[in-house]
């Protein structure tokens, strides 16, 4: 009897669930529509551009709208079973809640596992093809919207930028790091807090920064303070740009790769590069833990409220959850946080509760 009831409850999630994802993805993509506005009116881009795109941010769009489908779903599909009475005669019958809901466990965690499949899978591709439309948008704009943690490869130089901003031809470079590759050795790093350059130049500005001279052992043997150096480059910084990468163009194994060449470069300062690759695991968990902890929360107002009750109690869980994510986000940008603490902290909050309450019923 425990399963088929198992079965009824998932299946009276179903329809919710994929309901919040398609309301969701709609919101993501009224966001990116509103976004190209002023593109669109000023011919940067086309229509057919336009299309493109939402084709490519598509997987990226499912993959951050399953946590909260998950919410909306399991909340709604409780409380639409506790005000028709059926939870009340399983426990009645002698069955905790934990078990009842377990069912939601389950689809909990398929649906994380799903949703990281799709993030290392279809997500890069999807938004590295998306990234070279908006490329096009970011240098037709006057004053386009600044670009964070871009990765650039040209000629023997690996650069990683904090914060990408443009004003008329000018680019401006914030929080720079740079590898110059010398052969076999270990590399020079230029660090530096600020740069510039044209963007039809092949020559990069750099101030305030150290250039880090490292031995064959990969030990810094001296430090340069400089407030002013320049690089010189084959290529132009508008033809480099078509190389960059972000982290949500990579997977988590290709991040983490670029994680240990800047570690083995004697670079510390990789906190940011960590927290982004942690959350492309604690993203996908957490369809999982808004899965274990709606339901004991959704029943106790199903009474009172039926399914308006269930659904003030998502809206209420992914407001609380969301700004938690942000908050402790922001922590960990401004090195507040240990970069796996930033990302994982509000699953562990949330996940520790809801075990909680969940095992308590």
Not at 61 to 75: D, Q
Not at 89 to 105: C, D, H, N, T, V
Not at 173 to 192: C, Q
Not at 335 to 348: D, V
Request: net charge positive; proline share 5%.
């Amino acid at each position: 009897m425990l399963k088929l009831y198992q079965r009824y409850t998932l299946s009276e999630m179903t329809l919710p669930f994929i309901g919040g994802v398609g309301i969701f993805a709609v919101i993501l993509v009224g966001n990116l529509i509103f976004f190209l506005i002023n593109p669109l009116a000023q011919r940067i881009i086309t229509l057919s551009d336009l299309w493109k795109l939402i084709l490519f941010k598509l997987p990226s769009f499912l993959t951050l709208s399953l946590p909260p489908a998950m919410l909306f779903g399991t909340s709604l599909a409780t409380a639409r079973l506790g005000r028709e009475g059926e939870t009340t005669a399983m426990r009645m019958a002698g069955l905790p809640l934990r078990k009842i809901f377990s069912s939601f466990l389950i689809a909990g965690f398929l649906t994380s596992a799903f949703s990281f499949l799709l993030s290392e899978e279809l997500v890069p591709q999807g938004n590295r093809k998306a990234q070279r439309i908006l490329q096009t948008v970011w240098f037709g704009q006057a004053t386009p919207v600044p670009l964070e943690r871009v990765f650039f490869q040209s000629d023997k130089y690996t650069f990683y930028i904090d914060r990408v901003e443009k004003f008329g031809n000018e680019v401006k470079l914030y929080n720079v790091l740079v590898m110059e590759m010398k052969g076999g050795s270990f590399p020079n790093l230029y660090t530096a807090s600020w740069g510039a350059c044209d963007r039809d130049s092949k020559i990069w500005k750099l101030y305030d920064g150290i250039l880090h001279i490292l031995d064959d052992r990969g030990y810094v043997r001296q430090e340069v303070k400089f407030t002013h150096a320049e690089l010189s480059l084959e290529r132009p910084f508008q033809d480099i740009w078509l190389t960059h990468r972000t982290p949500e163009e990579m997977s988590a194994k290709e991040l983490w790769k670029e994680i240990k060449t800047w570690k083995k470069s004697g670079v510390r300062s990789v906190e940011i590069m960590l927290m982004e690759f942690h959350c492309k695991f604690a993203i996908p968990f957490a369809c999982l833990i808004l899965a274990m902890i709606a339901p004991p929360f959704a029943h106790r107002f199903a009474r009172k409220g039926g399914s308006i009750g269930g659904f003030l109690v998502a809206i209420l869980l992914f407001f609380v959850y969301y700004n938690a994510y942000l908050l402790f986000r922001m922590l960990g940008t401004n090195h507040l946080l240990p970069p796996f603490l930033a990302a994982w902290a509000p699953n562990i909050i949330f996940g520790a509760f809801g075990l909680y309450i969940f095992f308590k019923e």
